[in-house]
């Protein structure tokens, strides 16, 4: 067990490195002048000159990265010119939203999809099965954006039950945060939940085709018993494999949420970042978000050799 | 039998295959409901003008915020503009990007992948690191990347979608490539000299198309998501050239102040036409490649 996580850390090494080349890189793909870029197209070229000092933009590429990657190492994103603070501060400053907004998606996503998966795997064509398909197939093809100003509408302009726009924090008022982030996590969460409801349903009908399901059947055990205990459990490890991808959508989805009910966090200030041309800040967000879910997927693949042990000798 | 009959007989199995294939496409309801919205969106998006009854952006300030009726058929905007004009307009946005980033991703993905899978050994290794760790970006994140930058733009926009997929492909490619290589007709073809490229887009290719092809139908809807997603956000069409996310971006605006039906028409246009890609993608999976049956 620990050579294979071992051996997947080893294997993580060289693609965080690469993500830390791309994101860094990304920025210098446009042909011309990066202080320009900025700055824009009727900057002063005395300012422009004075940030390419600043920035290092006239030091060879392959010193700048070294230059920033050191930085990383040490906390240092570099510095935000419209905020005038750090990097660092700002990224910190919205963690914490951020991260609660995720874990609300995912637990909403997991509480949704697992019943409808369920009850749909366990009972194959029937209304149970019908409905649950069709809601993963229509979950999938809704844009969680689109669903966002649909959930505004009906919660929050006609029934008045949850805030459309802003956040409380969790430690000034705990229940009004969590009605705060009730509908954006919803929103992000559906779109995961058809994702996970439709693997929960195919494992549950593997599962339910196997011998030592017959044999629980065979036996006398409640059908309740079998599908619970004997099906359910074992129906979860694929599950466990899309999670990592979970992480990622609810990632991205976030970035685009944050926008739609004007919750200051990471997201919301990668794109207002992505307008103002705030490069350091785009850079250490993607960044972050990109290792978040380098992370996440070795440790799904690590707990899902724990899970299974026959993908260790694979 | 003589020369001319071989590829004769050739020909005439395709066709049956073909034939064959429409024949089992056709017996799948939702395939064929699918295949007709995607049609119509596509009329739309060729007919534009034949379809629309406004110009999408002539404003009309003694129209702001009509309801549904006999002139304006999905009511109108802030600026009076039609809503259905707007929409049918949307559609050829939608379609374009959704064509063109999908394009761009197989065409950069496919050579990757078909080259990394085939050299194999440390340089393989290599080259999909280098994937693994454009797939780590959240799709969308790797798309803001792209786009800042690049720039703001319905253009830019394909190129970013366009990036996303790249991965997407190329670990797809690589993984059928992997399989097909051991097979014999390849290895009879390296045995009689053929050329790398020639083995690999003449030989190993078609035989690794059925899940490009699924997977391209799938990406497509996603491609139209991703778009809407950064037109919203005011990264990709810019005003007042219509797209259903920049609709849905200036709706947002009036979401409170009870004009919801703004965000209504672009956002059902969204849903139906990647509800029509995602089956018609489900169908196409089913009936080349039973493999990945339940593979998501």
Redo the contacts between chains.
């Keep these: 067990m620990a050579t294979y996580s071992a051996r997947r850390l080893v294997a993580t090494i060289?693609?965080?490195v690469?993500?830390s080349?791309?994101?860094f890189f990304?920025?210098?793909?446009?042909p011309g002048d990066p202080a320009m870029a900025m700055l824009g197209e009727e900057a002063d070229p005395a300012v422009a000159e004075a940030i390419r000092i600043e920035m290092g933009f006239d030091r060879p590429v392959v010193v700048q990265y070294f230059d920033w990657i050191g930085g990383v190492f040490q906390g240092d994103f570099g510095d935000s010119r419209r905020s005038g603070d750090t990097v660092r501060a700002l990224v910190a400053d919205r963690l914490e939203l951020s991260i609660e907004l995720g874990i609300l998606s995912l637990i909403l996503a997991v509480i949704i999809a697992i019943p409808i998966g369920l009850l749909a795997g366990s009972r194959p064509n029937t209304p149970f099965d019908y409905g649950g398909t069709l809601f993963a197939?229509?979950g999938?093809?809704?844009?969680n954006?689109?669903l966002a100003?649909?959930l505004?509408?009906i919660f929050?302009?006609e029934l008045g039950w949850f805030p459309?726009?802003g956040w409380t924090s969790f430690r000034d008022d705990p229940i009004e945060n969590l009605r705060g982030l009730f509908l954006p996590a919803l929103a992000i969460g559906v779109a995961q939940a058809a994702?996970l409801a439709?693997?929960t349903r195919?494992a549950m009908v593997e599962v339910l085709r196997q011998d030592y399901v017959r044999t629980a059947r065979a036996k006398g055990l409640r059908e309740s018993t079998v599908v619970l205990q004997h099906a359910f459990r074992n129906a979860l490890i694929p599950v466990v494999t899309?999670l990592g991808l979970q992480v990622?959508?609810i990632?991205?989805?976030a970035?685009?949420i944050e926008?739609?009910f004007n919750l200051p966090g990471i997201g919301k200030l990668?794109?207002d970042?992505?307008?103002f041309?705030e490069?350091p800040t785009?850079q250490a967000i993607?960044l972050m978000?990109?290792l978040v879910?380098?992370l996440s997927?070795l440790f799904v693949d690590v707990t899902y050799a724990v899970l299974d042990p026959r993908i260790r000798y694979e | 039998m003589s020369e001319r009959a071989i590829p004769m007989e050739a020909r005439s199995r395709r066709f049956s295959r073909q034939r064959d294939f429409a024949r089992r496409f056709s017996r799948r309801p939702a395939g064929m409901v699918s295949l007709g919205v995607i049609l119509l969106v596509l009329f739309c998006a060729i007919f534009t003008n034949l379809v629309a009854t406004h110009d999408p952006i002539e404003t009309d300030f003694d129209a702001t915020f009509a309801g549904v009726s006999g002139d304006h058929f999905l009511g109108s905007d802030n600026l009076g503009r039609d809503t259905f004009s707007r929409v049918v307009h949307g559609a050829r946005t939608a379609l374009l990007v959704g064509l063109i980033s999908v394009g761009i991703g197989v065409g950069i993905g496919l050579p990757y992948g078909l080259l990394s899978g085939y050299i194999g050994g440390l340089k393989d290794e290599a080259l999909m690191?280098?994937m693994?760790?454009?797939y780590?970006?959240?799709?969308?994140?790797l798309a803001?990347?792209?786009?800042?930058?690049?720039?703001t733009g319905v253009f830019n926009v394909m190129i970013a979608i366009g990036v996303v997929f790249v991965p997407v492909m190329a670990r797809l490619v690589r993984g059928s490539t992997l399989s097909v290589k051991e097979m014999d007709f390849v290895l009879a073809a390296e045995s009689v000299g053929s050329s790398t490229p020639r083995i690999l887009f003449r030989h190993v290719m078609p035989n690794i198309l059925a899940p490009v092809i699924v997977q391209s139908s799938l990406a497509i809807?996603f491609a139209i998501?991703a778009e809407?997603?950064l037109s919203?956000?005011?990264?990709g069409t810019q005003p007042p050239d219509p797209s259903w996310g920049s609709m849905?971006g200036q709706?947002?605006r009036y979401?409170?102040s009870?004009e919801?039906q703004l965000?209504i028409y672009p956002?059902l246009a969204?849903?139906l036409t990647?509800?029509a890609f995602?089956?018609v993608g489900d169908v196409l999976r089913d009936l080349l490649d039973p493999r990945l049956r339940?593979a998501?």
Excluded: K
């Excluded at chain 2, 803001?144 to 720039?151: D, S």
């Excluded at chain 2, 919203?232 to 990264?235: A, K, P, S």
């Design positions: 060289p693609v965080i690469l993500i080349i791309i994101t990304a920025m210098r793909l446009l197939v229509l999938a093809a809704i844009p954006f689109w100003m649909v505004i509408l929050a302009v459309a726009l994702v439709r693997q195919a899309i990622s959508n990632v991205g989805g970035i685009i926008t739609v990668l794109i970042s992505i307008f041309r490069f785009v993607a978000l990109a879910v380098a997927n | 690191r280098v693994d760790a454009l780590a970006f959240p799709a969308i994140l803001l990347v792209v786009i800042a930058a690049l720039g809807g998501i809407a997603g919203y956000l005011g990264l849905l709706a947002q979401l409170l009870g919801g965000a956002g969204i849903v990647v509800l995602n089956l339940g998501d």
